[in-house]
T-cell receptor, first 116, second 116 residues
């Protein structure tokens, strides 16, 4: 079974631009989560989507948004990019089981975003 | 809010020896999960081991085992018979018990180097 895929793997943007990152979960997985990894702040949770609905949200400004499509693929958008948005953005998918408290998350290889 | 602390930014060990990585956390929750993730240079985040807070028995996965001290809020990872492939950044992570979604809180990470 193919793993979580993220595109593009590397991206360079300039301040003020916007960017869209894509995540394709493992087949059958309906939950997709996004994390930001920076040297200064470490790994921080952005948001989680399930069945096209945002289910959980981290403490990030409104410039960070996402969505999920009916095939469970997810996109993350950052508008008005700032230098501090330079980071590795990781996506993780899980197979949600109703009533289960634990669903292992499988991570993708990440998208490295550089803001100049 | 939950916090996870890893006080060892870097550690090194000789091949075939044993090393222990430390992690402490703070939460008011009684039911939760703790994890150790490994992130090699490829940046692919890989789950190493998981511990359910309601289980008193420490989790073990081959050469990896944990020492879970719930009262002390301590969760250390022991790697036995260290191998060169164990060289990676290791993250301790916390997730509260929930049936409506996933949200991991990560520690700062410990860079482990296994020397030949």
């Amino acid at each position: 079974k193919a793993g979580v895929t993220q595109t593009p793997r590397y991206l360079i943007k300039t301040r003020g631009q916007q960017v869209t990152l894509s995540c394709s979960p493992i087949s059958g997985h309906r939950s997709v989560s996004w994390y930001q990894q920076t040297p200064g702040q470490g790994l921080q949770f952005l948001f989680e989507y399930f069945s096209e609905t945002q289910r959980n949200k981290g403490n990030f400004p409104g410039r960070f948004s996402g969505r999920q499509f009916s095939n469970s693929r997810s996109e993350m958008n950052v508008s008005t990019l700032e230098l501090g948005d330079s980071a590795l953005y990781l996506c993780a998918s899980s197979f949600f089981t109703a009533g289960s408290s634990y669903n292992e998350q499988f991570f993708g290889p990440g998208t490295r975003l550089t803001v100049l | 809010a939950q916090t996870v602390t890893q006080s060892q930014p870097e550690m090194s060990v000789q091949e075939a020896e044993t090393v222990t990585l430390s992690c402490t956390y703070d939460t008011s929750e009684n039911n939760y999960y703790l994890f150790w993730y490994k992130q090699p240079p490829s940046r692919q985040m890989i789950l190493v081991i998981r511990q359910e807070a309601y289980k008193q028995q420490n989790a073990t996965e081959n050469r990896f085992s944990v020492n879970f001290q719930k009262a002390a809020k301590s969760f250390s990872l022991k790697i036995s018979d260290s191998q060169l492939g164990d060289t990676a950044m290791y993250f301790c992570a916390f997730e509260e018990f929930r049936t409506s979604g996933s949200r991991l809180t990560f520690g700062e990470g410990t860079q482990l180097t296994v020397n030949p």
